[in-house]
């Protein structure tokens, strides 16, 4: 039995590498690609943040979401309450004026920010006022940075829309938060974002982002790969992002590139826990959201061990913990309602599931 007794034991230095060593020195077809066969008390020692009474508020998770248009509410309300269920404090949301009014009818527990007017956006862009437009977009900025000190990670994308400046200013954004070493999450739009030329190579040179593409998305991204046709997605990912690429589907695959050799191989494990059998929409949004607080938790723990930087090996332990555990909710939601599971029905399922899987036994 694989007993998790954070106040009892520690576990040393060797375990934890051991730990490495299963996932990492094997092919990914050897590793664990299921919580049974991976759970041990070193993987959860080093991705999920023990419970303590001396805790404070805000000292489990601190998530932004900058995300939510005038059409699209419901992603950034899911990926921020996904963060929540999952065992942050506090979630924001920074979104368009016309999506704040619903996403704060949505839920008391968001902390909701109007960033942008969506229609000011719009008319900016049909006057072609070029002054006005740099002006909206460093406005919007101006309005997310400052927030920035009070995040372990931002997710970036879910609701976002595709406006021309909006995109611009959530380059800024991204600029921004490499710069203060902050922690993202890149889902839905900001991938989109990802494949037009101005904005390409923003992560190039970052480790500490994790871009979350399903099938499309990703086809989309590798297209702008510079790598060779012939080379496996791995490789190819590897021209595009030093940070975690997680190919959404049946399976994750969570791939990282190599942090040291650029030309060396990077590390690839794969996630085939059961999920559910609908695919309902809002399912990569609440993804994102457990993410974002599994990325708050290394972050976290990091800083406890007194890390300068923290490893890239943990942050895909990290990954792989998030997939299995929103397949297991997934699983439980779709087990009790069939057809008709939505993505509220996977939220409600979250606690339970990471209770269950990250218990004794």
């Not at 995040?151 to 611009?168: A, E, N, Q, S």
């Not at 979350?212 to 021209?239: C, G, I």
């Amino acid at each position: 039995r694989q007993i998790l007794a954070f106040a009892t034991a520690v576990p040393t230095t060797s375990s934890l590498t051991d730990t490495h060593h299963h996932f990492m020195s094997s092919s990914s077809s050897s590793s664990p690609t299921t919580w049974k066969e991976g759970k041990s008390e070193e993987l959860l020692a080093k991705t999920v943040l023990p419970l303590q009474c001396d805790s404070h508020k805000g000292s489990s998770g601190r998530i932004g979401v900058l995300g939510g248009s005038a059409r699209y509410t419901g992603a950034p309300y899911y990926a921020a309450m996904a963060s929540l269920r999952t065992g942050s404090d506090l979630a924001y949301v920074f979104c368009a004026r016309e999506a704040a009014i619903p996403l704060k009818c949505y839920s008391p527990e968001l902390m909701v920010a109007p960033v942008y007017s969506a229609q000011a956006f719009d008319e900016a862009l049909k006057t072609q006022d070029t002054n006005q437009q740099d002006m909206l977009v460093e406005n919007m900025v101006q309005e997310v940075v400052p927030m920035m000190d009070r995040m372990h990670v931002l997710i970036i994308g879910p609701g976002l829309g595709r406006c021309p400046l909006v995109m611009r200013a959530v380059a800024e954004i991204m600029q921004q938060a490499i710069d203060k070493n902050l922690a993202m999450v890149v889902d839905a739009d900001a991938l989109y974002m990802l494949t037009l030329a101005p904005y390409k190579d923003i992560f190039s040179t970052y480790e500490k982002v994790i871009w979350t593409p399903n099938v499309v998305e990703a086809k989309r991204l590798l297209a702008q790969s510079s790598a060779s046709e012939n080379d496996d997605d791995d490789e190819n990912w590897k021209f595009r992002t030093k940070g975690i690429v997680i190919q959404k589907g049946h399976r994750d695959v969570i791939m990282s590139a190599p942090s040291s050799s650029p030309q060396g191989p990077g590390t690839t494990i794969i996630c085939q826990q059961a999920g559910g059998m609908k695919r309902s929409g809002g399912l990569g949004d609440v993804l994102a959201g457990i993410l974002g607080t599994f990325m708050a938790w290394n972050g976290i723990l990091s800083s406890r061990d007194n890390k300068q930087m923290t490893d890239t090996t943990d942050r895909v332990l990290s990954c792989w913990t998030a997939c299995c555990i929103c397949k297991e909710a997934t699983k439980r939601a779709f087990d009790k309602k069939k057809r008709s599971m939505t993505a509220p029905d996977v939220l409600e399922e979250l606690g339970p599931a990471i209770n269950d899987m990250t218990s004794e036994g």
